[in-house]
């Protein structure tokens, strides 16, 4: 059974800054691509990292210089540390196995003074 468990958000004021980490479970987690989306009220959903098996890095436009993707195989972990917040980063954000396409529950972030 895969589960992808996200853990780390919560309410920040704008210019702080949250460490998500997705816990993996039932993938050959250091095989497999990951990513983080994110889905704001009203909006779109739509990815705002990935890191591939080798450590290749990927980000959108909008959080460049501001967050980093990082993985740790040993604990089949995979973490979004995001820096200098904006109010646009509210969002519900998702743990993702890009590779297979599994998706966590979810983590509420709120940036907000």
């Known amino acids: 059974q895969v589960q992808l468990v996200e853990s780390g958000g919560g309410l920040v004021q704008p210019g702080g800054s949250l460490r998500l980490s997705c816990a993996a479970s039932g993938i050959i987690f250091s095989l497999n691509s990951m990513a983080w989306y994110r889905q704001a009220p009203g909006k779109e959903r739509e990815s705002v990292a990935r890191?591939?098996?080798?450590?290749?890095?990927w980000y959108l436009e909008a959080v460049k210089g501001r967050f980093t993707i990082s993985r740790d195989n040993g604990k089949s972990t995979v973490y979004l540390q995001m820096n200098s917040l904006k109010p646009e980063d509210t969002a519900v954000y998702y743990c993702v196995d890009w590779t297979s396409n599994y998706w966590g529950q979810g983590t509420q972030v709120t940036v907000s003074s």
């Open positions: 890191i591939t098996s080798g450590g290749t890095t």
